[in-house]
């Protein structure tokens, strides 16, 4: 089967939209909005992994350059994540659909119990018609401001929720392999 048809037969997909992306452009959140409600218009069930809490936290205080400090990152991130949600909401319920937040960290998907409670809550704004938005909750786990993207997230997510199939949208060129080299496809 080609890639085309097997996109075509994904009934679960995880999108993971980059803070590059979401920061530049405004209009990004009513074109993604739009392609969210056409495939849920298909029957399929979309969850979103979404950068941007920081860079929008950073313009929303004023600041002129992204902070090195950890505890502002963590005040940008949670400033941020509220005109995040806003900007989704507003661009979603214009296409008919509900958005829901859903913040999770690296300790919450690797604890099993913690791990499950995710993947019910997920499963459930699912089941309703709505959309999850996932973003990692940087105001509260510095790892992930360290070390963490929401590349990783939605890696991570994807067999949380049964995906069929992950999106990234993001400005960056590729992505790496293990060895570090860039993958070809």
């Known amino acids: 089967m080609s890639e085309r048809a097997q996109r ?12 590059g992306t979401l920061a530049s452009d405004e209009g990004v959140y009513d074109r993604l909005a739009h392609a969210v409600a056409a ?3 298909e029957e399929r069930a979309v969850v979103l992994v979404s950068s941007g809490a920081i860079a929008l936290g950073v313009r929303a205080l004023g600041w002129k350059a992204r902070p090195r400090e950890m505890a502002k990152l963590q005040a940008a991130a949670a400033t941020g994540q509220t005109a995040l949600m806003l900007l989704y909401e507003q661009a979603f319920r214009r296409e008919g659909l509900q958005v829901a937040q859903v913040l999770l960290t ?21 089941d309703a018609g709505a959309v999850p938005v996932l973003n990692e909750n940087d105001s509260v786990s ?3 401001i360290k070390f963490g993207d929401n590349d990783q997230l939605a890696a991570l997510v994807a067999p949380l929720v049964d995906a069929d199939l992950v999106i990234l949208l993001s400005d960056v060129e590729g992505l790496l392999g293990a060895d570090g080299a860039r993958i070809p496809i």
């Open 106 to 126: 690296h300790t919450d998907l690797s604890d099993r119990i913690r791990g499950n409670n995710a993947r019910a809550a997920i499963k459930a704004l699912l």
């Open 142 to 144: 510095v790892e992930e």
């Open 8 to 19: 075509r037969r994904a009934r679960r997909v995880v999108i993971k939209v980059g803070s």
């Open 39 to 41: 495939a849920h218009h």
